[in-house]
């Protein structure tokens, strides 16, 4: 991985979306930082769409897309899109309806399994809040082992079903999304655009091993700082790499992203006139 200050003044002009994780990779220690939030606003002065796509449940992502200056949330790993057009918000499921409620208890099933293989682990507080997907928690109000990790995963193959770790959770799901599937169907279906257009103009910045099927898949990808913790379970790396961590990181990549494209902001907030 190379450093984010590496990243050419060509290839950071070319970009127009960046796709980003949100735990740990958006929020530094569980909070949105305000130089954080400020980058996501000078983001969208420059013309750059970001898209937080996320591992994280629908009660999560439907605040996310309202307070954030943003118009899209991909959540549960690919398992839905939220589309705020005005004050109109929809959703786009990856599964048609009936597939994806059949698929439920097959879930549960294998969750279940996974739970009694390993008496510390349960499930995540947000269930309930849960559209597509069963999250077990890993790293939030307990934390795992990796041989507990291991544990768990050996236990859900036994059922067939996918699963991706974060880095607070293990995100189990039936169907043939990821994150970067999902990502690809809104840049194509949504905004038509083409596989070249993507290679150029996206870039995608994350943490956690649920980020590597858009690592796999664009050219510009970046790993905060705190990329590290998920090198067991990461098989491609991301080709550049922050300083900082978490949400500083995230803040770092887009003032040298800003910086590389010759639109350094004043650091003034946006108005909301023209937010």
Known sequence: MKPINQLSPARAGA?????TDVDDTLSYRGQLLPRTLQALYDLRAAG??????????????????RLLPVNTVIGEGGGFRFQLDGQRLSTEYWLPD?????QREQLAAAVNAALTAVPRAM???????????????????????????????????????????????LNVWSGDHNKWRAAERYFTARLGLTPEQI????????????????????????????????????????SYQTEEEG??????MAEHLLEARGEVTSGVMVSESTA
């Open 48 to 65: 750059i769409t970001v898209v937080p796509i996320t591992g994280a449940c629908a009660g999560w992502c439907d605040a996310l897309v």
């Open 123 to 169: 499930l995540a507080a947000d269930q309930s809040l849960r559209l597509t997907d069963m999250a077990i928690d890993i790293g939030q109000a307990v934390t795992l082992s990796t041989d507990e990790v291991s544990a768990l995963c050996a236990e859900l193959d036994r059922h067939e079903v996918n699963y991706a770790t974060s880095s607070i959770h």
């Open 15 to 19: 970009i127009r979306y960046i796709l």
């Open 199 to 238: 290679q150029a103009q996206v870039l995608c910045i994350g943490d956690s091993a649920n980020d590597e099927p858009m690592f796999r898949a664009l050219p510009l990808s970046v790993g905060v700082a705190n990329i590290i913790h998920s090198l067991p379970w990461l098989a491609t790396l991301p």
């Open 98 to 102: 009936e597939r994806r409620h059949q």
């Open 247 to 252: 949400g500083k990181g995230f803040a770092e």
